[in-house]
């Protein structure tokens, strides 16, 4: 897909292309929340997540709140729930307590909201101000939805009844022959933007990073990887874990990656949205939280890429000698270049999508599975609250790490070569992986 510049686009064409990425993603949040019945849709399946129906009513919430009260300027539609769909008000584990909306009201809510939102997009003037420029407020809220969709296809993962999500399986991967890992160069580049016109507060401003030479894993560990690590007591080793690690691993009693399972001989399966299959062994392997990732790589002699390098393997083109917008370039994601969108539930085997490899040969750092880096989470130099303090700056800090790239359930909205994520280094609900990387003068 040729990449749509939002700041080139005149009035009309910045409307429509709005209206269509609004529409497509409320198609897939409609889909999440139909999948099931009343009582799965009301339950909570895990004290992680919260009820898929408070997930649908925050997001026209929000959608409100930014929409038909800030941009549009006009009245409350429901002003009286908004504490209770606020997530820093109400923790996950307590939110089945609220007195939250019916199904029913939830959709009549989610509905009427969408209506005063079109409204607003046919009669607001944009441009007028930074949170209309290039129509950066429905932007912010169509990625909030769509983050809020992979929330939700994560708690789909976590749930034991209704009818299962499907979706066909990615296509074998076409790359043979593979290097483990390539190197990538010492120097500087260019981290973060400050042009692409939808990016959030976190990804800006644009500066200079200078990076040491490292090697990097040409694709994620795969599931076969990991096993040689379970094989080898991996998991009982207290050498390979760090401090809180070991005692996090001890305390919530680790054994394996999340959903998976080992039968009488000795075979592992892995629970994917309500069906149980074989681990794959050239798949990317996914639910694993930070430590178990430290542990994979020091075992491997190995480390995990800082966000920088991380970021520098997906971005810079040495040939040009500029940060490009993904891998492959500046051309918007397509099926050829990544597992993105929730076209398959799963991670595609290792070495799919040459299409999308960068210019120094690594693949898939865009979707398949979020990649933890050995960062945490803090703003750029000159970093900029915008629009609230609480998208991002609350998160600041050692509390929080950053994973990188996207997974099969994220949005090509929602994913780009400068887009962050963070979480607990604890979450292994999260459609999370990894891959390694070691310094250059190691040898």
Known sequence: MTPVDLRQLGDAELREHIAAELARTRQRSTAL????????????????????VWDYAHIANQEEIWLVRDVGGREAVRADID???????????????????????????????????????DRAPLNVNRLTRSGFAFGMVIQHEQQHDETMLA???????????????????VAAGLAREVLIPAGPFTMGTSTEAWALDNERPAHQVQVGAFYLDTTPVTNGDYLRFLSDGGYDDRRWWSEPGWEYRQRAGLTA????????????????????????????VVHV???????????AGRRLPTEAEWEKAARWDPASQRSRRYPWGDDDPTPERANLGQRHLRPAPAGSYPAGASPYGVHQLIGDVWEWTSSTFAGYPGFEVFPYPEYSRVFFGQDYYVLRGGSFGTDR?????????????IRRQIFAGFRTARDAELG
Do not use: I
């Open 83 to 121: 504490s209770m769909y606020d997530a820093f008000q109400n923790a996950r584990a307590d939110r089945p307590s609220l007195p939250l909306l019916s199904p029913a009201q939830t959709r009549g809510y989610v509905g009427q909201v969408r209506q005063k939102v079109l409204e607003v997009l």
């Open 289 to 299: 939280c930070l430590y178990e990732a430290q542990a994979y790589a020091a075992w």
């Open 33 to 52: 929340t139909d999948a099931v019945d009343e009582p799965d849709l009301v339950s909570q399946h895990s004290p992680l997540m919260s009820p898929l």
């Open 413 to 425: 909205a929602a994913c780009r070569g400068t887009f962050r994520n963070w979480d607990f280094p």
């Open 257 to 284: 990656p999340l959903f998976w399972t080992r039968d009488a001989d000795g075979s592992w399966w892995r629970r994917s949205f309500g069906t149980l299959l074989p681990v794959a062994e050239n798949e990317p």
């Open 155 to 173: 708690t789909h993962q976590l749930r034991r009844s209704g009818p299962p999500l499907q979706a066909p399986p990615p296509a074998p991967p």
